[in-house]
Nanobody, 114 residues
Framework: QVQLVESGGGLVQPGGSLRLSCAAS????????MRWYRQAPGKERELVAT????????NYARSVMGRFTISRDNAKNTVYLQMNSLKPEDTAVYYC???????WGQGTQVTVSS
């Protein structure tokens, strides 16, 4: 069955960096567009970044453009989200998503606070 397992979240100071990972299994990873979403307390889930199946094309929410980078390693069945220059408003649970079929991971908490 399809599984997506996020890791790499934690507590970081403003201006710091984190790299999230999402390990995929149960499907041919290299065939699918993947996304990262986030959900802050009391807010709707927000699309953060998208990467095509080959990794050649990416898209970002305006709020993270220039600070976050989505990438993937199809040999390792893993998609990443490198987050730099983190701000308190980036605090949220971050979720990995397989676009087709609507599969989600369990999420990983990112807290940006001094």
């Amino acid at each position: 069955q399809v599984q997506l397992v996020e890791s790499g979240g934690g507590l970081v100071q403003p201006g710091g960096s984190l790299r999230l990972s999402c390990a995929a299994s149960g499907f041919t990873f290299s065939n699918y567009v993947m996304r990262w979403y986030r959900q802050a307390p009391g807010k709707e889930r927000e699309l953060v970044a998208t990467i095509t199946s080959s990794g050649r094309d990416t898209n970002y929410a305006r709020s993270v453009m220039g600070r976050f980078t989505i990438s993937r390693d199809n040999a390792k069945n893993t998609v990443y989200l490198q987050m730099n220059s983190l701000k308190p408003e980036d605090t949220a649970v971050y979720y990995c998503n397989r676009v087709i079929g609507g599969f989600w991971g369990q999420g990983t908490q990112v807290t940006v606070s001094s």
